[in-house]
């Protein structure tokens, strides 16, 4: 059954609950809604520290020095507008399953955007697939959220991936380091695991929603098969038993572990979601528990 | 019911042949499933490397045998397999029931064909088990009554049906049918005859000595019969309403004093008396007058086997003569053509514009024409200005006139030069048939319609022409064409249906005679060395035409047998043997074909390749999936699926 990417009221309603977050402390403009490690602007007190010319004197605490005639500065945690990009896979892989992984994926974009779109955040949705594609920018409130929905809806699943240019378009792109959600089934040729981690170690905060078809991890068939790779259309012949389909989900559990380890290392988060699994548990459940992108 | 019938060779040829068959569809359905994944990156090392012709091992080896196993049943099913059948070999064979018109005969007052139907039902019940008869009624033509059949209901039904015809039987021709019948069956039987043994054949047909399986079973009776074997009335020359009957009567038992009536219109108009000998005919010719038309019926007043031939009955027209109408201002030169001629009836009237009288059928316009258009044929010569027939003068002394050889009415003249006098040369209308012409110029003209016209644009009594013998011919012929319905046939006759020779109908050009029955249509008619032959395979009037002549010939008599049929002593069966009393072996085709369905439909439901499903939810084995079926239609799964 076709998932529709338009997620009801009473949806939204639950949802408002939610908030994203981000464990890094990034340098950014004023005006953010989360406090960073940083000094500065902000409401949070963080510190005193001496008094030194060219100070703001309405930082002085009055009192302290009233009553040990020193003048303090009162210094507060400062609150910067971090950047929230969410990259959304639309190669043709994500058209694999029923529903589609990029259906699943649509549904989950815009559950996420809604939470940051009421929280007054600016989203940046970027779909990729061989590149980056024209990115839509959400916030201001949720009246702006219909056209994240349409946004959304009108992705496709066409073309192969591919994930180093992806990350290199990325990283000229977007220069101001923040939190960034990537979507995908991360099914690529070659060492996508290091691509995927130069973005961290750029300075992102990388957080990983893996989404799985029911048949990207367990393969239902069985003899010999002809298969044909959804985004290159390369096929090809081979028996396919009870024996091999242990050993490919044994791979495949490799290779998604790798992906988990790649991010808790490097200060991010991961999650693998099975797109049979109700969007509202992922919401509520997975991404909750982690402390990640939605709690 | 009838399959197959395989042997065991062809059975096992048959089976070899499917199961190569299914096993190589076996594999090609599973040799290989074409599915779309995310990406190939996991599917590089698999098993394919080990295996690497994995389409030549059988992957579902209980769907394989499911599906050879019924198929195999089917076959079995079409085949007609049967246990222990070689000591139970069934035979074919033909039952010619004898239906001619002589089996309509009665013997102190029991119908014959009621013993040929009892006879051949014994004879049926004579037969072991499973033995299959085809049954043939025949007369003059043998017709099945369905194909060889083993249950013993229904061909007791189709015997008791059977009536007898009108037609003699012609038992070269059934007995060659049954043996062509049994030509093409393996298990050639018996061809049984039942019947009277009187045959249509002058000489007894060579194929009685031909069949070693000929068994005859005889319909004994003391034969006594007199029959009509012919009518003939002919028209007597030079005596209008005079009609001879010539009333031919045969004899098949002891010699009798037959009386012969003749009535016409329930009238009796002739009697007399004959002495018919043992196996002869008689003909005695019989007089009678009438001008009517009406029905002659010829009877026989004896009470013999058959009674339907004691009686014969035929349609005479009106014969009281033609009346004609002659418009002339000079009838004596007419007066002697119409007295040589007593079928004419002839009136004269001289007035211009002539009336046509009431009665009149057929109107001669010399010269003058009618005040108005008439319903009657006529024919007019030399017709004057402003009648349907414009012409121009023209003297015709000593010219070649040529006849028309189409035409019915130029039959019997010949081109010549005639003295014709003054004469008209006719303008033809489009429908015209040129009857004469003078050097391309019209001089007569017919014109084919209602009522038919002839004209001349000569009048041969005027002129020379009256010394020649042709006028006469013209003049008959031209009355003839136009007044052809009315005029009366040469000859009527009463006959027997079945074939039926015409003597003395032979034309100079070999043309055939043409046969009409009574719905008008054309009946085929062949050539023999005796003469043109048709067959009638029903009573009825037909009508034979050849030019100008006609014969009408009612086929209302039963056609009477010509000879007596001795079978050899071996061949007769007179004595029927009882049943066997043993069983026929079992039919085991209604469960071998529902073996082979269930095996299909199991196959199907378990092992079905349509859909997508899911690998590890198939089962191993037929007696999981059952149990698996079993559990999704009454267990859990269907209990949430129902809301349960």
Redesign the interface.
Known sequence: MAVSPIIDKKFLERLERLTLRWRKSFAGPIGGHQVARFQGAGQEFLDHRQFSQGDDLRSVNWRAYMRLEKLLLKVFHMEPHIPIRMMVDVSGSMGVGSPSKLEYAKQLASALAYVGVVRLETIQIVPFASTLHEEFVAGGGRHRFAPVVDFLTAMKASGPSNASQVVRHFANRYLQRGLLIVISDFFDEGDVLAEWQRLALLGHELNLIHLSAAEDRNPPWQGLLEIEDAETGETRQMHFDDEARAKYTAEFDAFYKNFERMALRNEGRYVFVDTTTPLEDVLFGALGHMQGAAS | MEFLNLTLFQLLGAAGAVAAVVVALYFLD??????????????T????ER?PL??RRI?QPWSLLLVLLGLLALLAALADLRWNANSFRSLDHVLVLDTSSWMQARENGAPLMDRAKQSAIRYLHSLPPGDRVLLVLSDANPVPSGTFEEDLAVLEAAITGATPGNTALQLGEALSFARQMLAERDNAGDIVFVGSRWIAEEQIPGVTRELTNLRVIPIDAQWRNVYIDKVTLQPRERDTGGWTAYVSVGNRGPAATVPVQLSFGSAPVAATTLQVPSDAVVTTPLEFRTGAAGWVDVKLDVADMVRRDNNARVEVPRTGGVHVQVCTKDPKRFTTLFQASPGWIPTYRAESPCSVGADTELLVLDGVTTPTTTNVPTLWIQPPDGTAFPGRSANVSDARVSWNPASPISEGLQAGELALGNASFLTPASNDQVIAEVNGNALALARPGLPPQVAWGFNPLASEMRFEVSTPLLFANTFRWLVSSTSAPEELSVGSAGSVLISGMDDDKGDAPVVLDDSGATVPVSRTADGWQFFAGQGGVYHLRQGHRERVISLTLPQAPKSFWEPTQEQMLTQIAAASGAEPPMHWWPWLAALGLICLIADALLFDRRG?????A?PASPFAGITQTVHQLFGREAKKRHGI
């Open positions: 599973r040799k290989r499933r074409r599915v779309k994944v995310s990406s190939l990156r996991f599917w090392e698999t098993r394919s295996h994995p389409q992957q997508q499903g899911d690998a590890d198939k």
